[in-house]
């Protein structure tokens, strides 16, 4: 017996875990779950378990619906909150298709091993794809008026008296109990906005802890009768939310930062920022999926909307954050917390790799504040911008071979259907702004 599942069960036989939910991710990183008895876990190892995916989108078509489940037993954990004669523990799964032989070529998490295949075979099999996400999210309250934000803190804001303190805290003991590890939690910018971010680790397990985090923070929030939500752009006029994505290649042999040669940038850092530059347009459709996610990505707030890279400079799209050798990393500020983790990482690689096998030039660094500058100013320096909606960056990534290659032909697809879906249902909508904008035209 293998010594993972051996531990495994020693565990659950000690903590008396009586179910285990199984969970995957669809198309658009929800979270899909089913619960077995325990004592079935052996039989599942060997012989996975059915389901139906034409009920998840982005799966498959009716006629074609049985899909099979593969549990990741690294992914095993327990639930802080399953207390009682009877706990419950998750296992992320695989899936694959029906006769369990091969990866579903749609499953988000295969999606991301496939990226991490292509660059192996680019840059060497010992090189592993490291991220540092770091995720915003409000806490809300329900009033007479609608949700309103829990608090009127700011940036850093500390108060030992305040309910977030708690909330963070509680969600941080509930995230270490399951297995990630975090840097740090604070106060963000916006009233009732907060933040804890992840410490560095292998893409495909931080992609892992990105889904479990949010739903950490969503159940224990409702513990405190509050509302967490990582919706990009809540309210009009204040801050949005980002999961702004620290990244680096490292080459686990030589223990090499690949981004590092002799105290500065490597060439091939270079080059990997070239490509997420080159990219970026049609990037965006992935990693800001929403119609909600454009009303974040507008001028005078810290998103960045316009194609530039710099040192330690938060107004470009990419930042170089102060390092040393073994720290050194590439920061993209512009995905949020309504991407999919697996499909956000896996397009961020696949144009960072494109740009180190094309060779290209990140052109010059920006060392001033462009949000500082007006459209003539971003014109005459041949600044572009991102996407102004949703409908555009998917324009943007039909024409992009990269990114439809790193998302592969039946992900690609699913993606454009359940994205041009939601534009098109968001395009009939009558918002309040409408109604009192044109009320008397």
């Known amino acids: 017996m293998d010594s993972q599942f051996e531990q495994v069960i020693t565990t659950m036989e000690k903590e008396n875990v009586k179910f285990i939910r199984l969970q995957f991710v669809d198309i658009n990183g929800t979270v899909k779950s089913m619960a077995v008895p325990s004592h079935l876990l052996e039989g599942i190892i060997d012989d996975g378990i059915m389901f ?69 075979e680019t840059l060497g099999k010992d090189v592993a794809f490291n991220v540092g996400p770091e995720l915003e999210f409000y806490l809300l309250e329900k009033t007479d008026k609608g949700y309103v934000p829990h608090d009127n803190g700011g940036y850093f804001d500390f108060s030992p008296l305040d309910l977030a303190s708690d909330i963070r805290k509680d969600s941080a003991m509930a995230m270490m109990s399951m297995g990630i590890d975090f840097e740090c939690s604070h106060h963000e910018v916006g009233e ?29 929030s409702r513990m405190y009768d509050k509302v967490a939500t990582f919706m990009p752009k809540p309210f009009t006029g204040k801050a949005g939310s980002g999961m702004h994505t620290n990244q680096s290649l490292y080459n686990t042999k030589t223990k090499q930062n690949l981004f590092s040669e002799n105290g500065e940038l490597s060439e091939l850092c270079y080059h990997y920022i070239g490509g997420l530059l080159h990219h970026s347009r049609a990037l965006t459709a992935i990693t800001n999926p929403s119609v909600n996610s454009y009303k974040r990505l507008v001028p005078g707030y810290e998103a960045p909307i316009y194609i530039t890279w710099g040192r330690m400079n938060r107004s470009s799209l990419v930042r170089i954050p102060a390092a040393n050798n073994k ?87 699913e993606f454009m259907i359940s994205k041009k879906a939601e534009w098109k249902e968001y395009s009939v909508q009558v918002c309040n702004w409408e109604l009192q904008r044109f009320l008397n035209v």
């Open 52 to 120: 139906d995916g034409s009920s998840v989108e982005g799966y498959t078509r009716i006629q074609e619906s049985d899909m099979m489940l593969r549990p990741d037993l690294s992914t095993f954990s327990i639930f802080p909150w399953s207390d009682g004669p009877a706990r419950a523990a998750r296992i992320i799964c695989d899936v694959y298709t029906h006769d369990g032989k091969s990866p579903f070529g749609g499953d988000p998490r295969y999606v991301l091993k496939r990226s991490i295949h292509y660059m192996q």
């Open 327 to 413: 720290t050194r990393r590439v920061e993209l500020r512009s995905p949020d917390p309504s991407c999919n983790p697996y499909l956000a990482f896996a397009a961020m690689l696949s144009a960072g790799i494109d740009g180190i096998r094309k060779k290209i030039d990140p052109g010059e660094e920006l060392h001033e504040n462009i949000y500082h500058y007006d459209e003539k100013k971003c014109s005459d320096s041949k600044i572009c911008s991102l996407p102004a909606s949703l409908l555009d960056s998917l324009h943007e990534l039909e024409n992009s071979e990269e990114m439809r290659k790193a998302l592969g032909d039946i992900a690609f697809r």
């Open 192 to 220: 009732g906005q907060h933040e804890i971010g992840f410490k560095f680790g292998d893409a495909v397990s931080i992609a892992d802890q990105v889904i479990t985090y949010k739903y950490i923070v969503k159940i224990i």
